[in-house]
């Protein structure tokens, strides 16, 4: 997974990055210290996921996902409690609190991972058929199923394939 951290704390951009290199499942492809920062680094860097703050001068958190077109998948990490339910309500995959636990860490990264797999699945080849699959045949008055993986050859006749 591609993120990116957003907070405007050096320390914990630094924590939180010294807990992802546990997983190889995550590339950390940049930080950003604001929400003007995040939105640049967003549009370059194109990750799947963030780890972003909410309380940031400027801009926070939740102003950042407004002004995206296109929103990642996003893990909260904050010192607070109270901004919980209102993460939830921009569809966040998970709300981790600081200092971040590395057991919470972990099953959010297993939620992420789960959550780009079936995005992917979703916008993979829509209705393909696999050699699992079977296909109707009709000869005259007979009628029966084929597994694709019995045919070798197709031939287009008119309206008809053969």
Same mark, same amino acid.
């Given at each position: 997974?591609?993120?990116?951290?957003?907070?405007?704390?050096?320390?914990?951009?630094?924590?939180?990055?010294?807990?992802?290199? +546990?997983?190889?499942?995550? &590339?950390?492809?940049?930080?950003?210290?604001?929400?003007?920062?995040? /939105? %640049? #680094?967003? *549009?370059?860097?194109?990750p799947e996921l963030l780890f972003l703050d909410?309380?940031?001068?400027?801009?926070?958190?939740?102003?950042?996902?407004?002004?995206?077109?296109?929103?990642?998948?996003?893990?909260?990490?904050?010192?607070?409690?109270?901004?919980?339910?209102?993460?939830?309500?921009?569809? +966040?995959?998970?709300?981790? &609190?600081?200092?971040?636990?590395e057991d919470r860490l972990s099953l959010a /990264? %297993? #939620?992420? *991972?789960?959550?780009?797999?079936?995005?992917?699945?979703?916008?993979?080849?829509?209705?393909?058929?696999?050699?699992?699959?079977?296909?109707?045949?009709?000869?005259?008055?007979?009628?029966?199923?084929?597994?694709?993986?019995?045919?070798?050859?197709?031939?287009?006749?008119?309206?008809?394939?053969?």
């Amino acid at each position: 997974m591609k993120a990116l951290i957003i907070d405007d704390s050096q320390l914990a951009r630094q924590e939180l990055k010294h807990l992802l290199k +546990a997983s190889a499942d995550v &590339q950390v492809l940049g930080e950003a210290q604001s929400g003007e920062e995040a /939105l %640049e #680094k967003i *549009a370059e860097l194109k990750p799947e996921l963030l780890f972003l703050d909410i309380q940031m001068p400027g801009m926070d958190g939740f102003e950042l996902l407004q002004a995206l077109e296109d929103v990642p998948q996003v893990i909260f990490t904050t010192a607070f409690d109270h901004y919980a339910m209102k993460a939830f309500d921009h569809n +966040a995959l998970d709300y981790l &609190q600081k200092p971040i636990n590395e057991d919470r860490l972990s099953l959010a /990264l %297993e #939620k992420a *991972a789960s959550k780009l797999r079936a995005q992917n699945e979703e916008s993979g080849p829509k209705n393909t058929l696999s050699l699992h699959n079977q296909v109707f045949v009709k000869d005259g008055e007979q009628c029966w199923f084929v597994s694709l993986a019995d045919i070798r050859v197709l031939e287009i006749m008119g309206s008809y394939t053969r």
